[in-house]
């Protein structure tokens, strides 16, 4: 097989090209270290997840991007989330800026195939090489240590050869797959069916960019996320049962629901739908293992949770920066070796945990933010943190309080690096 047509080898070969996977690529290229992303697509294209969290800041003003986004043309700036209950009605904005006034109190909802490109031409500007149109078919191992990969590009295969593999395949979960470590989430088994209308309805002045989340019976829900272009992204998340109850067809299905939540039907009234939908369904689970010899998963192809609070981007940031850090330390001791990756699987878990428990409150029939909220005020500070993102926190507390209203589950057990060099394994 030939290598990659530059005969070169790399120090991190990158699988993937989305948010997790150009974060690393950045950081890594930026500390001197030789780095390829292969991405299958060619960009600009389309991928859902479009609705940032403020603390997407922090893993954004590392790599050097908050700047240049107030230069885009792509993005809406969002102050605020507001909920809107079954009878249409929207409670009062929740307005980032009133419990924080750190810039991250202003995030945004950003077109995704406009925002990657950004993060692609970024990770090249310090270096890095990105090939598109470059599937990654198989790992390369050697004595059980992974050291490449093989990519296939106008049905012409060759090998990849790094020091280290990090996988950002996103929700295809190219090692997991292969490795047979993917564990989903029992309990999370939604579906969601979404498209898009131009010129639908928007709030006004600081609500204008603002994440509605509407609810449905049998706590569903909608989100409709105002974009550039005076476009909106709307998706209806639910129980498989429930949105299939006598009906196939995803479109009549969308229109169903939207017939059923007065706010979203009156705000969609005035604008036109612009693609047939889209859907996807038992979208949260967590590898068995995040990283091996050799070998780190990062973002979605790590673990994906539900997208209720709009964690996604900011998980697959956030696990890239942490992955650069492992990754640069391990290059330099020159050992990259699977228990390098014990903390940064430690601190990833730890961050998912927390945004886990508070998505199985949001569906647990008994539980409502406000009961809870007006129970135990003391405890809005940290629930508020929760939402926003700032994951590591000690918030067993919070969630012990949560008990009496929802089941919370304990932490999963797997999510640690696979270690088999004189260890058992894990
Ligand atoms: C219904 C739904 C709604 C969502 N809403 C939100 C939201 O509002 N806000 C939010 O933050 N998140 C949201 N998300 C989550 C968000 O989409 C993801 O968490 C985020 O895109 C993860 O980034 P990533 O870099 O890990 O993966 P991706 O963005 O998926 O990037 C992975 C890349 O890898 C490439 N790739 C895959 N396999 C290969 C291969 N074998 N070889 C080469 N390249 C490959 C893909 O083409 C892709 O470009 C939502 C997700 C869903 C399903």
Known sequence: MRKLRTEETYDVVIVGGGPSGTASARLLAEKGWKVVVLEKEEFPRYKIGESLIPWCWYPMERLGLNEKMEEQDFVVAKHSVQFVGLDGQRSTPFYFFKHTDHPCAKTWQVVRSEFDVLLRDHAVEAGASFYEGTTVRELIREEDQVVGVVAERNGERFEVRGKMTIDASGRDMFSVTRNGWRVPDAKLKKIAIWTYYKGAMRECGLDEGATTVAYLPEKGWFWYIPLSDDMVSVGVVAERDYLYRGERDPDAIFEREVEL??????????????????????????????????????????????????????????????????????????????????????????????????????????????????????????????????????????????????????????????????????
């Open 261 to 426: 939540q007065p706010w979203i039907k009156r705000h969609l009234s005035e604008g036109e739908k612009t693609r047939d939908c889209r859907v996807t369904g038992d979208y949260s689970y967590r590898s068995q293992h995040c990283a091996s010899d050799g070998l780190l998963l990062v973002g979605d192809a790590f673990a994906f949770l539900d997208p209720v609070f709009s964690s996604g981007v900011f998980l697959a940031l956030q696990t890239g920066v942490l992955a650069a850090d492992a990754v640069h330390d391990a290059l330099a001791a020159d050992d990259v070796g699977a228990e390098r990756f014990v903390e940064y699987g430690d601190r990833v878990c730890q961050g998912i945990e927390a945004m886990r428990r508070l998505v199985y409150a949001f569906y647990d029939e008994t539980f409502s933010f406000g009961t809870f909220l007006k129970k135990y005020p003391n405890y809005r500070q940290d629930m508020t943190d929760c939402l926003i993102g700032h994951l590591e926190k000690d918030y067993d507390p919070m969630f012990e309080a949560v008990k009496e209203f929802a089941e919370i589950p304990d932490a999963l057990s797997h999510g640690r690096p696979l270690i088999v060099r004189g260890v058992e394994q894990v």
